[in-house]
């Protein structure tokens, strides 16, 4: 008995195997993690550090050199975005390569933050790195309902206590978190009439606001520890604190200053939902976590926490379990349409005994491959159910050509038995050989590496995984179902296919030299009208949110990008086709979306996230937000954008500037800006270059100090108390410490005019003031330096109006950026969205080569010529014919989705090759010439292979026509170019048969 026969004897095991894997598939099907998009693994890293009272410069110097140089020793550290603030450094750390272990490669950043920090200069703080900056807060809420910002904080702390305790969530974070604070405000005239300064009041309050221990004694045997209560444990207390005169006298702190409980000043963020003051609740669900569940949960959680605190509100700023349900049910509704159209046109053309046969693989394989894809760890997202509904088409080819075979060999008198035992004998190795062939073609976007890689690799994985299952079944399945269901047909007449099928065949051998010779000409003539097809990385999502930036100039106040705020958001909220505006004010707003990026610290920035009644009111809105920043917000930069797809991108048009000099730098950025400013299609155009902030230096008179006793840090501290405040001591209210601050009742609202008359109380107790000891100097210093690994950089953007893509740009400013005269060096490079595609498209290119060995090697396995190799590998360029016309006729242009569909259409091509290949060899071993072979071949496969082309590409119909932006560009590459190449290989491939092997054969 033979492996054939034995395999075919067992075929209730297997159909019971197979039905088993579906029937697991289908209840995994409704229990599965469910996302919108894959998590990106841990790429990003964000690392601040630190240092008061340095500028920018000095950060630049002293923090950031120190830390460049470490971190370039990683060899995993691809790319370091840096800016340097007054006081602070944000660097943005991308990892690249090939990581295996992200977490140890991480760990080698720390270290190499630890060794930078060893050169920072005392007083600068360490290195904080935060690593989950790509983890999405899933649900992002508003507080409101009061003026109160401390009320606010304190509900929010409250509703956090609430979700803290749901299984799913990670991590609960305040948004535009007030903070708390102590503050004892002096008055100046007080002061100097009682006596005392900022300085020797700070100094009594914080010795007696201190946890000291009292040691312990021994007390009938046991040890009783002795606890002084030493430090402050309420307001009132702070307030009635008695303080020491220089007389010696005493008088309590709140006959002397205003003790007040109230929120963080000066405040570093805040946060408005519909024109309301807010404090925000982010909530992170956990990896892996099934986003659908963790909304219900949320939600149900949510119920208790509004009555916890009542009267005040708590708002659904965004909600993304919502948007996976709606994305997850369209594409589920894709997904049985695509089974329907298909198993439809299988049972029209095949007719019912046969066409149900083969439908009956369609959810066998389907649920199978979901249970393997479920078993290894896979998540329900739209790029995996996408990568299902792509595989639908291409999984039904094995079982069509299996189930016509059978049935062919039934017609001629075989019984069921015989017919599929002989089936499988011939099929086994050409069908391996086209599965094969067809996961070789996805080979390299399973290997490639990156980050647009690790973002599709889903479609390899799971269109891969289905080839081989549907193999499997083909070879298994379907033949017990032919031998259990098919019947011999009735004798009938010459079909009008197999008709068909002579005739090409006849035209093709008759002008074969014609043929060819018109085939090299459509593709060069295609090949030409592909620079007409324009390239986008990724298309926007189709949603009904965008985002909208506003920028101050550098060193604006929280209180003036308050403002600016506030004008473009009640003129949103003016529209009825608004249903929210958030706005947040001093930092970016949470990772509501994944490839959001992430603004941190800074006060002239304000971010608005917009969410409308229907997406088709995007549009509108966004000309509106154009048209309101020119009327009402001159001097602000604001940039409106939609959500992206794909891995995140600052901007789709980005040059990027390098060198050392910041008046090379300006007049470059400039002239570039200018560039693009008249290019037809460019708008919001910027340059992230700081023309700098107001500072007062004061230089101090050391030798004028030193007479009095005083010196460069007295001076300093008297400076920090009458504005800032200084810090005395923490108070523990409830679990976290609340800083306890003295300074004047000014606070930073101090005159400027003021400055001269502060005083300073020397050493022999007299007063002197701050105009006596220090010159003051008004100067205007760079308040923001950037840098991109290592090297000053400005970076001159632009967003693009609808229907634009960024090719188009960089074709018009290339002839500009080569006549530009840049100022000696000054060096100039890509970035934004032409960047990406070139790294991504340089990834999947550099593992090309093994996929292209994988499919030569399985053809010259199969076919053992050279000749035949190349005749089968022709047929791969036959695609572009129709995805070059595809794109252009409906309107899509070429991006990284479309890439992927001429890769994945290049091993279903290659099948129809195989197949007609194998058929004619078959015909030449059994005695037919070359012409006989060609017509018998062409007349009996086609019918197969115009099947299995018309199931892809009805499999793909319901991407192609999705409402998402997402698919249509792969599917109508896919569509289009298989259409094409089926009808060309028809009839190309015979007459390159004809011309290699004719006559030879004579």
Avoid at 352 to 364: D, Q, Y
Avoid at 626 to 634: D, I
Avoid at 761 to 788: F, K
Avoid at 809 to 836: D, R
Wanted: overall charge negative; some cysteine.
């Amino acid at each position: 008995m033979n492996i054939a026969q034995a395999l075919l004897d067992r075929g209730r095991l297997f159909l019971t195997m197979a039905l088993v894997l579906s029937l697991t598939g289908a209840l995994l099907w409704m229990t599965m993690v469910r996302q919108e998009d894959p998590l990106l693994p841990d790429y990003w890293g964000q690392v601040t550090v630190s240092f008061p009272g340095a500028d920018a410069l000095t950060m630049e110097r002293l923090i950031l050199k120190p830390i460049e140089d470490a971190l370039i020793e990683v060899d995993e550290v691809r790319i370091i975005d840096a800016t340097a603030f007054d006081e602070m450094i944000v660097l943005e750390v991308e990892l690249g390569g090939r990581i295996r272990d992200f977490d140890q490669t991480w760990d080698e950043v720390r270290r190499a933050l630890e060794r930078a920090r060893g050169k920072f200069p005392s007083g600068a703080e360490p290195p904080l790195l935060n690593r989950e900056i790509q983890e999405p807060d899933a649900v992002v809420l508003a507080v409101t309902g009061s003026a109160d910002l401390l009320e606010l904080r304190n509900a929010a702390l409250r509703t956090k206590d609430h979700l803290s305790r749901l299984p799913a969530v990670s991590k609960v974070n305040l948004v535009a978190d007030p903070g708390e604070q102590v503050v004892i405000q002096m008055d100046d005239a007080a002061a100097r009439r009682i006596g005392i300064s900022p300085d020797q009041l700070a100094a009594q309050l914080a010795a007696r606001n201190r946890i000291i221990p009292g040691g312990s004694i021994e007390l009938a045997g046991m040890t009783v520890r002795l606890r002084p209560l030493s430090e402050f444990k309420s307001v009132s207390e702070i307030a009635s604190t008695p303080v020491i005169l220089p007389s010696g006298a005493s008088i309590l702190l709140q006959d002397l200053a205003t003790v007040r409980h109230g929120v963080l000043e000066p405040g570093t963020s805040r946060m408005r939902f519909n024109g309301k003051m807010a404090v925000g609740v982010a909530i992170t669900p956990k990896k892996n976590s099934n986003l659908v569940a963790f909304g219900r949960e949320v939600r149900s959680a949510l119920q208790a926490a509004r009555e916890d605190v009542a009267p005040l509100q708590i708002h659904e700023v965004s909600f993304q379990p919502d948007h996976t349900a709606q994305r997850i049910s369209d594409l589920n509704r894709a997904l049985l349409s695509a089974m329907m159209i298909v198993s439809g046109m299988l049972i029209l053309i095949m007719g019912p005994r046969m066409g149900l046969v083969v439908t009956a693989v369609i959810p066998l394989a389907i649920l199978s491959s979901l249970t393997l894809f479920a078993w290894g760890g896979g998540v329900l997202h739209q790029i995996s159910i996408a990568a299902f509904i792509m595989a639908l088409g291409m999984l039904v080819d094995n079982a069509i050509v299996m189930a016509e075979n059978v049935q062919y060999r039934m017609d001629q008198g075989a019984s069921g038995t015989d017919a599929a035992l002989e089936a499988v004998r011939e099929l086994a190795t050409p069908l391996l050989g086209a599965t094969a062939t067809t996961l070789a073609a996805f080979v390299p976007m399973f290997i490639s590496q990156g980050v647009t890689a690790d973002f599709t690799r889903t479609i390899p994985v799971v269109i891969m995984l289905c080839l081989t299952v549907s193999f499997g079944y083909a070879m298994l399945i379907t033949p017990v179902l032919c031998r259990k269901f098919l019947k011999p047909s009735p004798p009938r007449r010459e079909s009008n296919l197999v008709r068909m099928g002579y005739g090409l065949a006849d035209f093709a051998l008759r002008y074969s030299k014609s043929v060819v010779f018109m085939a090299l000409l459509l593709m060069g003539i295609v090949l030409m009208l592909g620079t007409r097809v324009e390239q986008q990385f990724f298309p926007s999502a189709d949603r009904n949110q965008f985002v909208v930036d506003l920028k101050l100039p550098e060193g604006s106040h929280l209180l003036a990008t308050e403002q600016a705020s506030r004008i473009m958001e009640n003129s949103l909220l003016e529209k009825e086709s608004v249903t929210r505006a958030t706005s947040f004010m001093g930092s970016g707003a949470p990772l509501f979306y994944y490839n959001i990026i992430l603004t941190p610290f800074s006060p002239h920035f304000a971010q608005l996230i917009v969410e409308t009644r229907h997406i088709q009111d995007v549009d509108s809105l966004l000309d509106h937000v154009a048209s309101v920043a020119a009327r009402l917000l001159p001097g602000v930069e604001v940039v409106n954008r939609k959500l992206e797809q794909g891995p995140p991108v600052q901007a789709p048009v980005e040059i990027r500037l390098f060198g050392d000099d910041f008046q090379d730098l300006h007049h470059a950025a400039m002239g570039v800006a200018e560039l693009l400013t008249g290019i037809a299609g460019t708008r919001d155009v910027r340059h992230d270059m700081s023309p700098g902030s107001p500072t007062i230096r004061l230089h101090i008179d050391d030798a004028a100090s030193g007479r009095h006793g005083l010196s460069r840090e007295d001076v300093s501290r008297t400076l920090l108390g009458r504005t800032r405040g200084l810090e005395i001591g923490e108070l523990y209210l409830d679990d976290d410490p609340i800083p306890i601050f003295i300074r004047t009742t000014q606070g930073e609202h101090l005159d400027i005019e003021a400055l001269a008359a502060i005083d300073l109380r020397t050493a022999q107790g007299h007063l002197t003031p701050m105009g006596s000891l220090a010159r003051q100097e008004l100067d205007w210093v760079a308040a923001a330096i950037n840098h991109r690994n290592g090297k000053r950089v400005v970076t001159v953007s632009s967003q693009l109006a609808a229907g634009v893509t960024y090719s188009q740009v960089m074709k018009a400013l290339q002839p500009g950026l080569s006549e530009l005269e840049l100022p000696p060096g000054v060096e100039i490079a890509f970035g934004g969205e032409a960047e990406s595609a070139g790294e991504a498209n340089m990834a999947l290119m550099t593992v090309l080569p093994i996929g292209f060995l994988l499919l030569f090697g399985v053809l010259l396995a199969e076919f053992n010529s050279f000749r035949r190799v190349a005749l089968v590998l022709m047929t791969v360029p036959l695609a572009a014919v129709g995805i070059v016309p595809g794109l252009l006729l409906n309107n899509q242009p070429f991006g990284f989705m479309s890439m992927l569909g001429a890769f994945a259409l290049a091993g279903v091509v290659v099948n129809n090759a195989i197949v007609l290949l194998e058929m004619i060899e078959r015909e030449r071993r059994e005695g037919a010439d070359v012409r006989t072979a060609v017509r018998e071949a062409v007349a009996r496969r086609i019918r197969p292979i115009l099947l299995a082309t018309g199931t892809t590409v009805a499999g793909l119909l319901p991407l192609a026509v999705s409402s998402s932006t997402f698919w249509p560009p792969l599917a109508s590459a896919m569509i289009s170019g298989l259409l094409a190449s089926t009808v060309l290989t028809l009839i190309i491939f015979p007459a390159a048969y004809r011309l290699v092997f004719a006559s030879r054969e004579a």
